[in-house]
């Protein structure tokens, strides 16, 4: 049971690439989260999913995009990169008998040059 | 909206003095409140989480938690520090039968022999 998995670890992108950050989780948890950290800012969610084929915005939504296709999956697409990009970012999943309690990936660091 | 107040970026103890770190959050409806724990280049891991149950909750590694409505806080405490416990901490809440969370923007806990 690997839990919560987020590729790449590590990523430097040049302004205006794109890339996908892969999340995936094992426990067949039915709501996953992105979220993003910043010095002094905490975390702050990006996207979140309640299920397969069902996507919402969450605090900082802009310059990224999301799919859950399956109830495993849930990659993070940046279209065109941006220096104000450059973050952690992490992933979560968790249930409706988890009593909200989310179990967090190790995240993927990204540098926007 | 929800929102958490987590007062001082950082506090500095000495091993083997109480830990006490503050959590005030703002929620129009019953919250759950939770801590988590991120060591250094990892993700995070829940320490303890209030869901109106006890309201005093006891967590993983020492630490627990005090719910008083009241002042509308949930502080963080640990009898006697340890090296170990050197690490960031956040706050976070979500209303009950809602999965997002909504962090405060963490206290680094220093620990000094």
């Known amino acids: 049971n690997a839990g919560v998995t987020q590729t790449p670890k590590f990523q430097v992108l040049k302004t205006g690439q794109s890339m996908t950050l892969q999340c995936a989780q094992d426990?067949?948890?039915?709501?996953m989260s992105w979220y993003r950290q910043d010095p002094g800012m905490g975390l702050r969610l990006i996207h979140y999913?309640?299920?397969?084929?069902?996507?919402d915005q969450g605090e900082v939504p802009n310059g990224y995009n999301v799919s859950r296709s399956t109830t495993e999956d849930f990659p993070l697409r940046l279209l065109s990169a941006a220096p104000s990009q450059t973050s952690v970012y992490f992933c979560a999943s968790n249930n409706a008998g988890s009593g909200n309690t989310q179990y967090f990936g190790p995240g993927t660091r990204l540098t926007v040059l | 909206a929800q929102s958490v107040t987590q007062l001082g970026s950082h506090v500095s103890v000495s091993e083997g003095a109480l830990v006490l770190l503050r959590c005030n959050y703002s929620?129009?409806?019953?919250?759950?409140l939770f801590w988590y724990v991120q060591y250094p280049n990892q993700g995070l891991q829940l320490l303890l989480k209030y869901t109106s149950a006890a309201t005093l909750v006891k967590g993983i590694n020492g630490f627990e938690a005090e719910f008083k409505k009241s002042e509308t806080s949930f502080h963080l405490t640990k009898p006697s520090a340890h090296m170990s416990d050197a690490a960031e901490y956040f706050c976070?809440?979500?209303?009950?039968?809602?999965?997002?969370?909504?962090f405060g923007t963490g206290t680094r806990l220093l620990v000094s022999p």
């Open positions: 999913s309640v299920g397969a084929g069902i996507t």
């Open positions: 426990m067949n948890h039915e709501y």
């Open positions: 929620s129009s409806v019953p919250p759950y």
């Open positions: 976070a809440v979500s209303p009950s039968g809602f999965q997002k969370l909504v």
